[in-house]
């Protein structure tokens, strides 16, 4: 997730250096910034079908290789039709990867142990951030936009030789020892099912079912001010407060890093600990899911921000209380899906996720266009996530599992 998420905000920091190589408009960086969740979203249907039926290994593998062609594809680019076609692909190698961590988590971790198992990744999203944009910075500025992006796909490449050589099922792993694999499945986690290839639950049933709506639309509503402040957060800091490019990326990791300990140690370390001492589990996941997404609508406070320090701060407050909730979120698929459906229901979560992620940047991008300001734009992030909210509530209710199909 790290290394995903690294390769997605390369371009975040580059919109002044494409501007001068390409001669693109701030309506033009916003489609560059959505490209890659429109493949992104599109797969995440057929991708959790395909994890259910071929597993996290196999498929695990392909995207990997094929997120590195499509950063080195980046850096290579002649022109913006390439480069958006580098980004295309980029979604394609990497629409698997929160279905498949959702997988891989249920296999491995009982219940009691979800949160923080399934923080560990989602935490790697807000640290990339943190990590990637100062380091992408001071690549672009001292060697070229071209060269950050061969390092992100040289790391990528990396990356796929680790996971090619060490991830495996429980039931794969010959380290894994019988006391281990005993606790793993009396304490709930996900059969791996009989038969290679045995699917679950349709995704006509999933789709239908009350719980699996309601975390979906409020998923999304998350998901659009994550994407908001993902691909736009470097372009708000230099525009409206002034600040140049080294020092907005080194500013946008502080929110970044914020995130990062609010989902490891609140939505993570927090909920695992408080429902192993025998507090209500549902209780803990809701206050923690509902309450993390109202601080999200802290970010109002940054549409009305006048200096660097207030942005920072409504802005930490609101990917803060997020971060929280993300985690918690991302357990849910694990928790009510039926058997072997943990990759399709996880799949039609990131969809939903992916649509808002398409729109973010791009109706960001017009609205600052028309408007010449971002006060707009966090406001129709904040109306969002207060639909969120209401569906947390009226629609996934208490988590129960969605029953079986007949």
Known sequence: MLVNYV????????????????????????????????????????MGVLLDRFGVRV?????????????????????????????????????????????????????????????????????????????VGILMVRFGWRISFAATGLLSLCYFGLFY?????????????????????DGGAQPEGGRRGEGGASLSYLIRQ????????????????????????????????????LHSAFYTSVPWLIATMTDLLVGGWLVDALVQRGWNPVRVRQVVLIGGTAFGMGILGAAYATTTTAALFWISMSIGGLSAAAPVGWSIPSLI???????????????????????????????VHETRSFALAFGVAAIFLAIGIASYIVLLGNMEPVAEPL
């Open 59 to 135: 498929i695990g593998r392909i995207s990997t290789f094929l997120w590195s062609l499509a950063s080195f594809g980046a850096a290579v680019s002649p022109g913006v039709p390439i480069f958006f076609a580098a980004r295309l692909l980029l979604g394609v190698g990497e629409a698997p990867t929160f279905p498949a961590n959702a997988k891989a988590i249920g296999y491995w971790f009982p219940v009691k142990e979800r949160s923080l198992a399934t923080a560990v990744f989602d935490a790697a999203a807000k640290f990339a951030p943190a990590l990637g944009v100062p380091v």
């Open 7 to 46: 390769d997605r905000v390369n371009l975040s920091v580059s919109q002044h250096a494409l501007h001068d190589e390409f001669g693109i408009t701030t309506v033009t960086f916003g489609w560059l910034l959505g490209a890659y969740s429109w493949t992104y979203a599109l797969l995440q249907l057929p």
């Open 337 to 367: 899906a039926p058997r072997e459906s943990v990759g399709s229901v996880g799949g039609i979560l990131n969809f939903a996720c992916q649509i808002s992620g398409i729109c973010a940047p791009i109706v960001t991008g017009y609205v």
């Open 210 to 245: 009350r719980k699996v709506i309601g975390l979906a639309i409020g998923f999304a509503s998350y998901n659009y001010t994550f994407y908001l402040l993902l691909n736009w957060l470097p372009s708000y800091l230099s525009s409206t407060m002034h600040v140049d490019l």
């Open 165 to 185: 050589r060490f991830y495996r099922n429980p039931s794969e792993d010959r380290l894994l020892s019988d006391r281990e694999r005993i606790l793993i499945r």
